[in-house]
């Protein structure tokens, strides 16, 4: 229980954190949803869903295999390794971009906006500099620091948004003046602009940890290192395409382009009604990952890993019904233009959730240094990702997106709960996990069957919900046997 509790703190350091500086984060939402149009905003989510496919390239796997050989060997020189290997290819990728962004842009048939480009080149090299460092405060256990810093990004981002979208619009308007660094009519510039001053931040914060190693290079060590990290970035490069790639597909399997546009911006915005759980999993893996692989030599290590899942779980289904049940008071964050698209947060959330524990589950081929079958399950899941979103995108738009999220995660949480039985087996309590499942989705059911007769906005309505949740969340307590005097004493 000991071991559970340190896991519990991590992430709760980790999530409190993630939680406060995202939450701050998405308060840009309504801006953005109100500043820009469906359009502009469906540009915007284009351009993100890029750079978060090159982002693996760039960091092609290193973030990992730090973890997994700086607990068996020299961590400093596997920090060496790794963050050297990143700066090579991310200085490579932004040389690239430099010489020929312009092309680039006209190929993905935005050659008026070729700046688009170049923002996205400088993000992608400051935030691929910045993920070993992060991973080192993670391996050290720092996780305050970490938190500290990733919330100076987020902070500075929102600041900087403000600035170049209120401030400056306002200040022009009510002075007849030109804030420095400010233009006229930015638009979507100043989000990408924002992005680049607070990765320059987050990587000057992080430069003591930069200098504090060193920079010496072990080719031999790195050898080792490149060979397990290459399937890392199949496992990433599927894991976007699962992702992100909808988002780019919904404009290009649209017939009329701005159609396409706008639809990408509706379910871009209601695809972020997710981020309570996503967050949620995000403080998750920033602490379980090192916890895995520090309890790898451990006897009782399975049954840890068991344990950890049954809490996994009803956490992320005490969140799915907090936010479904609230829904009507979630969408507020979100232009009324967007509403339309509120059908696909249910279906988006679940997904989440299938993702969520297959992470837990693929935890056995990093273990047992296989990760080639970690990137088979993730290619089969791009591949079920490309076929039907390119079969069902020109019929059904961004509800086809939603389902197609669903299936590919429900696969992947299959495929990896079996695989990992078989080379990795780990005795997770499936009746219980089932038990949890049903219970939520039960009570799902039950009170969307009430909104019928009773307003949800209503005080009765309200009620319904809340006492839903109380039991929900007694039955998971019950189950667990984590009530009263043992809810204290453990």
Not at 250 to 267: D, F, H, K, W
Not at 435 to 450: E, G, I, P
Request: aromatic letters at 20%; charged letters at 10%; a positive charge.
């Amino acid at each position: 229980m000991s071991t559970l509790k340190k896991l519990a703190s991590q992430t709760a350091v980790y999530g409190l954190s993630t939680i406060l500086g995202r939450f701050f984060n998405y308060l840009l939402v309504p801006l953005y949803t109100r500043v820009f149009t469906d359009i502009e905003y469906g540009i915007n989510s284009e351009f993100y869903a890029y750079m978060a496919f090159f982002n693996i390239i760039l960091t092609h796997g290193m973030e990992t295999a730090f973890f997994r050989f700086a607990e068996k060997d020299n961590s400093k020189q596997i920090f060496a390794n790794a963050f050297l290997s990143i700066l090579g290819v991310a200085g490579s990728f932004s040389l690239f971009i430099g010489l020929f962004g312009s092309h680039v842009s006209e190929a993905i048939g935005y050659g008026l906006h070729p700046e688009f480009i170049y923002y996205c080149g400088a993000i992608l090299f400051l935030d691929s500099l910045s993920a070993i460092p992060f991973a080192l405060l993670r391996f050290q256990n720092k996780a305050l620091r970490f938190a500290i810093i990733k919330n100076c990004n987020i902070f500075s981002l929102i600041l900087f948004n403000l600035y170049f979208l209120l401030v400056g619009p306002f200040w022009e308007a009510k002075f007849g003046s030109i804030l420095p660094f400010y233009e006229p009519g930015m638009g979507i510039k100043s989000v990408f602009i924002s992005n680049v001053l607070a990765s320059l931040i987050t990587f000057l914060l992080l430069s003591r940890e930069i200098l504090s190693v060193g920079f010496s290079f072990n080719y031999t060590q790195w050898r080792l290192m490149i060979a397990y990290a290459i399937p890392m970035i199949w496992v990433g490069l599927a894991g976007m395409v699962n992702e992100t790639l909808d988002r780019v597909l919904i404009r290009m399997l649209t017939p009329n382009v701005a159609e396409g546009q706008s639809l990408n911006g509706i379910y871009s915005a209601n695809y972020k009604f997710s981020i309570i759980i996503t967050l949620f999993i995000q403080a998750f893996k920033f602490a379980a990952e090192p916890f895995f692989f520090a309890h790898a030599k451990t006897t009782e290590k399975r049954d840890l890993y068991a344990k950890v899942m049954n809490y996994f779980i009803w956490i992320c289904l005490f969140v799915f019904l907090l936010v479904m049940f609230f829904l009507h008071y979630f969408k507020i964050f979100i232009g009324t233009g967007f509403h339309e698209g509120l059908q696909v947060v249910p279906i988006l959330l679940f997904a989440n959730i299938f993702l969520g524990v297959y992470y837990n589950v693929s935890i056995w081929y990093k273990l047992s240094d296989n990760t080639k079958k970690g990137a088979q399950i993730s290619l089969i899941g791009a591949v079920i990702t490309i076929l039907l979103n390119f079969i069902f995108i020109p019929e059904f738009g961004y509800l086809a997106c939603a389902w197609t999220t669903f299936i590919c995660y429900f696969v992947m949480m299959v495929l990896g709960y079996l695989w990992g039985q078989k080379y990795y087996p780990i005795p997770y309590n499936l009746p219980r996990a089932l038990f949890y499942v049903s219970t939520a989705l039960a009570l799902f059911v039950l009170v969307q069957y009430s909104s019928i007769w009773i307003n949800p906005n209503s005080f009765s309505g309200n009620f319904i919900r809340i006492i839903s949740l109380f039991i929900f969340v007694y039955l998971v307590f019950y189950k667990e046997k984590i009530v009263g005097k043992k809810l204290v004493t453990t």
